[in-house]
Structures are given as structure tokens and as C-alpha cells.
């Protein structure tokens, strides 16, 4: 009877262990999770493309001793599910409301995942310097604002306008970025914001170039007004949904370009609106073409000047900058280069972005950071403002030959990139195979065997 009773006691002492040891697992893969889905909705925040969200959740979960992990992200939340020793599974969901286009927490959180993957930190070191990037404020309105005035004036110059076209436009886009952060901050629809920006950018640069015109001074509508609609223009979006697409993340890849689109579409009816509003109001000084040596020097010079501030806009860390400078200038003499021996829109574009796209992956590796922040500076000057908005002038003032030939030529060019970016996220798929999520399960079996072991 005693030796029964032993038994039990021993069975039962065995159970509450169990038990015990269980709870303080899930208790531990809970706090992973939490941790994990912060870094993820961190990134999202900051325009992040999907398929690094999914890589860099998984691998926190991994380097933590997840057995298997299931991650599924979308633009506005992320879902992951652990499988737990006992074959239980441990699942959270976290919702992202934001898109700040910030570089430089981007590269917070990144390097965050990366000293936790290789063991530099504590789950708790880690949750405690998340807390300290959610908490603090990584954006510096002033660089900001400045950037949007660099960009806008800048390529105000570099679409073909005379150094007094950048004042103007460099004024209007320091108004669009700080506007942007304003209505940004009070959970503003992000269509709604973008038509209202492209809408009083419209107004402005049309007002404001018919009151130089009116003192005197020759100041091109087109080019203010084009110069605007830069700070507006989602290349990140339709970069980040081309990635997505290409590394098998169709539904988020779709959804981001359908963003994209729409945004794109939110930009025509503000700036279509002020232009059918102010058609009479309007008055057109005609472009003088820049050729030989003298139009090299104004793109060039304008070009580096409007991807800066593309990057501060996007508050990019100055180090980065710098760094990019090398790709944005190479990216923009390749285009040349195109420009004079090929001169088509779809094969000039679609080479200048696999070179970016190439520079952008290899100093991504060289510098540890994600290679959004390299590439996006780098294709700006091919997007075509231009393009679009004398598509939407020919619309609005009914010369609809000019409307359907810079409308193809736009959609020619943006194609171009976005087959340039599918074809090098295609290419670094096979070469560096980190990228797939089965090579980052392997990773850390193999690392978990090795301590095992020791």
C-alpha cells in the first residue's frame, strides 16, 4: 500500500512538474511572440515590404527555440503561430495603423532582430530597446520638411525648368511634407491625405507661377507643378509590391500594388481638379530644351540634389546617404547612357533599375541594413512625374493624343522598373539562398545542434 501511494505521489510530482514546465514555456514563447510582432508591425510602420517583416519575425521566433513557426503579414497586421514542445500551438495577432516612411527606425528595428538572432542581446535587453524605439521620436520634422523642398525643387529643375522653377516648387513642397506629417499624425486616410496634398500642391503651384508670371518673371507652370507631384509619387509602395510579388507573397504583393494604384489615381484627381479648376487661369511659357553639356550638368547637379531628399524626406540616416550617393549617381549615368544609344522607355529603365537594384542588394549585405533604404533614393529620378502629369493636362484640356502618348510612355517606364526590381529579387532568390524561409529553418537547426553538442 505504501509503495502505491509512493507511486502516486511520484506520478503526481511528475504531472505538476510537467504542468509547470508547460506553462512557463508558453509563458516564454507568449512573451516571444509579443516581442516578435512588435519588431514586424515596427517595420510595416516604416515601410518595410511584407516579405522581410515575414523573414525577421520568423527568425526571432526561431533563434528562441520555436520548434516551427507560421508567419502571415499583410501591409496592415501580422499573424504568427509557434508549435511548443508539447505539440501545442501558441499564436498572436498584431494590427499595424501606421506608414511613416521612416528609414532610419527602420534600420532600428532591423539591426534590433539581428543582435537578438546572433545572441548579442536578452529576449528581456531586446524588449526593453523596443520599448525605447516605439517610445522615442525618430522623426525630425525639420530635415523632413526640408527634404520634401529639396526634392520638389530639384526635380522641378531635373524634368527640364529654369532655376527659378525650383523656388516655387522647393516653397510648395516644404508645405506638402510638413501638411503630410500633420495629417499623418491625426490617422488622416492615406488616399485622403494623398489627394488633399496633390490637391493644394496643385493649387499653389499653379497660383503661385501665375503670380511670377504676372510680375514678370518666367516661371513654367508644368515644371512647379511637376516638381510637386514628386513628394507625392509612391515609389516605395510599387517597389515594396513588386518585391512582395516575387518572393511569393502574392496576395500582399497585390494588395500593396493595388495601394499603389490607388494612390497613383489619388494624385490624378487632385491634381486634375486644380488643374480643370484653374485651366483659365493658367498660363504656359514654353520650355527651352537643354542640350549638350549644359543638359548634363543641370541633371546630373539635380538629380544627386532631389534623391537627398527623396532620402532625408524619408529620414535616412546621413551615413546612408552618403553611401548611396555612389548608386544614385551610377544609376543615373547608365540611364544616359541609355538614353542616347537605346531611347526606349520600357529597355532604358528596365536596365538602369536591375543596375540599382543590384548595388542596392550588395551594400544591403556590405552594411547590414535592409536594402530598401539603398534603392528607393536610386530609382526615384526614373519615376515619371512628368509623364504623368502632362497625362493628366492633356485629359483636362481635352488634347487626348497627348494625354494617350505620355500615359503609355509613364506606364512603359514604370513597367521597366518594376521588371528591373522582379528580375534582381528573382536573381538573389537563387544566389543567396538566406532569403528563403527554409533556409532560415535550416539555419537554425544546425545552429541548435552545434550548442547542443557543445
Not at 501606421?98 to 528609414?103: A, C, P, Y
Not at 541633371?299 to 532620402?311: H, I, L, N, Y
Not at 544609344?341 to 542588394?361: K, L, M, P, R, Y
Request: aromatic content about 10%; overall charge neutral.
Amino acid at each position: 500500500m505504501t509503495e502505491q501511494t509512493n507511486a502516486a505521489e511520484s506520478c503526481g510530482h511528475e504531472k505538476d512538474t510537467y504542468a509547470t514546465y508547460a506553462f512557463e514555456e508558453r509563458r516564454h514563447f507568449d512573451s516571444v511572440l509579443a516581442f516578435a510582432l512588435g519588431v514586424g508591425t515596427g517595420l510595416l510602420s516604416c515601410g518595410a515590404s511584407v516579405s522581410r517583416v515575414e523573414i525577421a519575425v520568423e527568425r526571432i521566433c526561431l533563434a528562441c527555440g520555436a520548434k516551427e513557426v507560421n508567419v502571415f503579414a499583410l501591409p496592415s497586421m501580422v499573424l504568427c503561430s509557434i508549435k511548443v514542445a508539447d505539440g501545442s500551438e501558441v499564436s498572436q495577432m498584431k494590427r499595424n495603423f501606421e506608414v511613416s516612411n521612416n528609414f532610419f527606425k527602420m534600420e532600428k528595428y532591423n539591426q534590433l532582430s539581428r543582435d537578438l538572432c546572433a545572441h548579442k542581446l536578452s529576449l528581456e535587453e531586446a524588449e526593453r530597446e523596443l520599448d525605447n524605439i516605439n517610445s522615442s521620436n525618430w522623426f525630425k520634422v525639420p530635415f523632413i520638411v526640408l527634404g520634401g523642398g529639396v526634392l520638389a525643387g530639384a526635380f522641378s529643375v531635373f524634368f527640364g525648368g529654369a532655376l527659378i522653377d525650383a523656388l516655387p516648387s522647393a516653397l510648395i513642397g516644404c508645405l506638402m511634407a510638413y501638411l503630410n506629417i500633420l495629417l499623418s499624425r491625426r490617422d488622416f486616410n492615406a488616399y485622403a491625405r494623398t489627394f488633399m496634398l496633390s490637391l493644394v500642391g496643385g493649387f499653389l503651384a499653379m497660383l503661385m507661377s501665375r503670380a511670377l508670371i504676372a510680375c514678370g518673371v518666367a516661371c513654367s507652370v508644368s515644371m512647379v507643378t511637376i516638381g510637386t507631384i514628386m513628394v507625392v509619387v509612391p515609389g516605395l509602395l510599387i517597389c515594396n509590391a513588386v518585391r512582395d510579388l516575387f518572393s511569393g507573397d502574392i496576395y500582399s504583393g497585390a494588395f500593396e500594388l493595388l495601394n499603389g494604384v490607388l494612390s497613383i489615381l489619388a494624385i490624378a484627381a487632385g491634381y486634375g481638379a486644380a488643374l480643370f479648376i484653374l485651366r483659365d487661369v493658367v498660363m504656359y511659357v514654353p520650355i527651352v530644351p537643354r542640350v549638350g553639356v549644359e543638359y548634363y550638368v543641370y541633371a546630373t547637379a539635380s538629380c544627386v540634389a532631389g534623391a537627398c531628399g527623396v532620402a532625408v524626406m524619408f529620414n535616412c540616416a546621413v551615413r546612408k546617404i552618403l553611401i548611396s550617393l555612389g548608386n544614385i549617381v551610377a544609376t543615373f549615368a547608365i540611364y544616359l547612357v541609355m538614353e542616347a544609344f537605346v531611347g526606349e522607355d520600357f529597355i532604358d529603365n528596365f536596365v538602369s533599375t536591375v543596375f540599382a537594384a543590384c548595388a542596392a542588394e550588395v551594400l544591403a549585405r556590405v552594411f547590414k541594413a535592409p536594402s530598401t533604404i539603398f534603392l528607393v533614393p536610386a530609382i526615384i529620378v526614373l519615376v515619371p512625374g512628368g509623364a504623368l502629369y502632362y497625362a493628366m493636362n492633356g485629359i483636362v484640356m481635352g488634347e487626348m493624343a497627348d494625354a494617350v502618348s505620355f500615359g503609355k510612355s509613364g506606364g512603359l517606364t514604370l513597367l521597366g522598373i518594376s521588371v528591373g526590381i522582379s528580375v534582381v529579387t528573382a536573381l538573389f532568390q537563387i544566389i543567396h539562398p538566406m532569403k528563403g524561409k527554409a533556409a532560415i529553418k535550416r539555419l537554425f537547426r544546425h545552429q541548435k545542434i552545434s550548442d547542443d553538442k557543445q
